[in-house]
């Protein structure tokens, strides 16, 4: 194998989160010793360099021995790219055999055990997204059972939505997101936009119990900074007062992060027809 510090340099120009994940497991050991494997005769400078280098992969990635674990599972083989994109596909499937009232067809994707949502938008012609539906569990769900449940949950049994309509469908985009690494942030600033999702917990005036998330996407979406973002989510809450540095700080926050995926109807049909799974009852789609 080539030797520590070619390794790292080499690993410094990918941009492989499960192949980070999986170098920093298995070095991490020798970056608390300051050795690596075979360091025994290797001199003092040459241990202080690999140190060094190891250092700078550790602050790149920002991972804690916890993140690194759940970043090995969230680029998982159920959850890699490929994977992600074949779970919206199926959640066509599911509104489309609701609409026909056809068989659903079985998964093709691994199972497995996340927290979930689903998002329905509908797209423009101009390629502008509006959103038309999100509905998600934030505790650990079968995948198979979760994308059936939370892909009829978000199309139809969205609140701030009518239910979608079959005529709607060839203008929609559905998207997938597999949550994972949920901790406590240490202040409502302790998170990163773009990388984490947010829930957010507190108590009003009255004594009731308010709480709100957002998906990782949000913030940066919108191109809120921080603060805005967690004004967005108090309100989001219910929270109908004055918002205050008081209130902010007396927020209990939950970071976490997701895997993301989409595909619009245009891409699922065609894929559905090279793969001889389209089915020839929704031929009025």
Not at 15 to 31: K, S, T
């Given at each position: 194998p080539p030797p520590v510090p070619q390794l790292f340099t080499l690993l410094l120009r990918l941009?492989?989160?499960?192949?980070?994940?999986?170098?920093?497991?298995?070095?991490?050991?020798?970056?608390v010793t300051g050795c690596r494997p075979g360091c025994s005769q290797v001199g003092l400078e040459q241990r202080r360099e690999d140190q060094k280098l190891l250092r700078r992969v550790w602050v790149r990635l920002q991972l804690s021995s916890r993140d690194v674990r759940c970043s090995l599972r969230a680029f998982s083989s159920s959850t890699d790219k490929d994977q992600l994109e074949?779970?919206?596909?199926?959640?066509?499937?599911?509104?489309?055999?609701?609409?026909?009232?056809?068989?659903?067809?079985?998964?093709?994707?691994?199972g497995g055990h996340y927290p979930l949502f689903v998002t329905w938008n509908k797209v423009d012609s101009r390629g502008g997204v509006q959103l038309r539906g999100c509905i998600g569990n934030l505790s650990g769900i079968d995948l198979h059972q979760g994308i059936v449940k939370y892909a009829n949950a978000s199309a139809f049994d969205d609140r701030r939505f009518s239910p979608i309509g079959l005529q709607e469908v060839q203008g929609l985009e559905c998207a997938v997101t597999l949550l994972f690494n949920f901790e406590k942030a240490d202040s409502w600033l302790d998170w990163t936009i773009g990388r984490h999702g947010l829930i957010i917990e507190f108590e009003s005036p009255r004594g009731s119990s308010l709480s709100a998330t957002f998906l990782p996407n949000v913030c940066e979406e919108q191109g809120w900074s921080q603060q805005e973002c967690i004004d967005s989510l108090i309100r989001k809450a219910g929270y109908k007062g004055a918002i205050d540095s008081g209130l902010r700080t007396s927020l209990?926050?939950?970071?976490?992060?997701?895997?993301?995926?989409?595909?619009?109807?245009?891409?699922?049909?065609?894929?559905?027809?090279?793969?001889?799974?389209?089915?020839s009852?929704?031929?009025r789609v």
């Open positions: 941009r492989l989160p499960a192949l980070h994940a999986v170098q920093v497991i298995v070095l991490a050991p020798y970056f074949e779970q919206c596909r199926y959640c066509f499937d599911v509104i489309l055999s609701h609409f026909f009232r056809t068989a659903l067809p079985s998964p093709r994707f691994p209990a926050v939950t970071r976490y992060q997701g895997c993301k995926a989409s595909v619009d109807y245009a891409q699922y049909r065609r894929d559905r027809v090279a793969a001889n799974m389209w089915n009852a929704w031929k």
